[in-house]
């Protein structure tokens, strides 16, 4: 994810909510033109305990955006079905004299009325605004920082806000942060307290030389890792004292690949990282004397877990499971990668660790950020619109399936705008992410109006009177309670559609799987209608019969 917010054109910004709001409404609309036909459906029941959350990050349309915009991206997303948000607080963005190497006379850190009132007021807003739409909130707090709290020095002018950041520095931000968000904060002139966060990411991207440097040292030893160990350790400790301490809290945020080669501002491999973060070899075994001093680390396991608490009592691990290009079934030949499809060497790894320093835990995994670059608009790379869609359904339904995920968040739902530092149409013009549901002029991609109601078919081709498998996700419905959607099918032609089954859904978050008999091969779609609702559709699936 880029560290950089590229700013506003007024004319594109009204274009792009206008649509946002039409596109809301539109998603129900141009579905309320279709009815479903046939008789004698099956009745099934899919009673589901795996709950997935879903998540969704776009801070320009929710941070950097005016408030009438920041509204109407959150009715949207309200309508598309999401649970939380994800927002990044970036410490440069709130830290005063951020372009200084000297830090205020006489400031307080850990004060949240050290900082300027202005900083504060896009976090305060999009609490404000998700509450009302009983959408939840987690907070990541990340670097780019303030130079003052950064190592002098850096190789390049571009690492420098992100160079070595003081932990002492950075925890008194996050205290200020937790002090702010404890729910009980009222800010001078308020007329009530702010409302609390009970959810928070300690860093982005650790891996990435974008969001800390160095990554490793001019003799290839990994310092990243150690470096942000220290964060962890000061975010947790700051978060306990500002009444956080039982508050969902991930670590890791890790991107999915890197550079094998040991280079200074080469990013590291998740599982390399992961194995110098908990101090353990290849082999996940403890690392003890003159290893474990080169990395930070005490010579004892016991030692080990009692001074790195936040590594060990977290409530999750955050990963970014990008596969980029790739099919989300697609594994990664690089054993030192993690994408979707690969998910078990993260767990294994995890797992391994802890088993290494006695602690009896299966970590629970939280997909943070994740999405799939559309050509176009990006004429260089990613996939079509419709298999974006095709994808983006796939990966929710292996994100479900597997019991250690909690959670699975869309990165944008605009598309970025391109880079204009460089010329236009070049291949570093379009080297932000163009990850969005909508096009950046508004413009809906199939992916908006099937991410509302997800379906996945693994096996799609079957024999005469046999079944399909059917996965769906109502996401657009009330979590919990008992929800209904109709499976069906058609030929083609003039057949129309035919009920195969009626579901009962029960589970948290609506996700269900069953079984049914086509009639012939045709495309099999799920429907869902809120109550006194037009029925809402998912994007159909081609199935086969054999023979």
Sequence with gaps: MSTTRPALRAGTLVRVIAVVAVCAVGVVAAVALLSPTGSSPAALTSVSTRSLETMFQDDRYLIDSPTPA???TLDALRALGVDRLRITVLWSSIAPRAGARAAPLGFDGSDPGAYPPAAWAPYDRVLELARARDIAVNFDVT???????MRPGPPSVRLANHYAPSAREFGRFVL????RYGGTYTPPGAGSAL???????IWNEPNQPGWLAPQRTAAGAMVSARLYRGYVDAAVAALDRSGHRSDTILIGELAPEGDETPRVENPVPPIPFLDALYCVDASQRPQLGARAAALGCPNSRAAFVAANPGLFDATGFAHHPYSFFLAPGTSMSDRNFVPLSDLGRLERALDAIFGAYGVKRALPLYLTEYGYETNPPNPFRGVSPATQAAYLDQAAYMAWRDPRVRTLSQFLLVDSAPDTAYPRGSVRYWSTFQTGLLYRDGAPKPSFYSYRLPIFIASPSFAAGGRVPVWGMLRAAANGGSRRARIQWSGGGAGGWRTLAVVTVRGPTGGFTADVSPPGSGVIRVGWAAP????????????????
Excluded: E, I, K, M
Excluded at 176 to 179: P, Q
């Design 195 to 201: 409302p609390r966060v009970t959810y928070w990411s």
């Design 143 to 149: 670097a780019p920082g303030p130079l003052w709290a």
């Design 176 to 179: 200020a942060v937790g002090r």
């Design 70 to 72: 920041v509204t109407r």
């Design 532 to 547: 006194g609702a037009a029925p809402v559709y998912s994007r159909t699936v081609a199935v086969r019969q054999l023979g």
